[in-house]
């Protein structure tokens, strides 16, 4: 199980072909969404947070990955860093 799966309390909300993951950091609500892509023979990932307020942005993360749990693995990584980021930045 990955670290962020605790850090971020994440659940498993939709199982193929589309799979989503959410969890909650603070107030916000965290989706890590992919599905296989034949054509890039990869997974897509997609990056949404949403707002204490209900406004959901997508992140422009540009990610793929090998597998369903890479995608996730990889999506949350980039959501701690974008946390991260926006910690330092005030």
């Known amino acids: ?10 659940r498993q909300t939709e199982s193929g072909p589309r799979f989503v993951q959410q969890g909650r950091f603070q107030e916000y609500r965290l989706t890590v969404a992919t599905g296989y892509d034949v054509q890039r023979d990869s997974f897509p990932v997609h990056v949404y947070v949403e707002t204490p307020a209900g406004k959901r942005t997508r ?8 597998s369903v ?22």
Do not use: C, P
């Open 1 to 10: 199980m990955s670290h962020y799966v605790s850090h971020f309390n994440v």
């Open 59 to 66: 992140l422009d993360t540009h990610i793929e990955a090998d």
């Open 69 to 90: 749990q890479d995608a996730f693995d990889r999506g949350f990584h980039y959501l701690q860093t974008w946390f991260h980021r926006k910690a330092a930045e005030g």
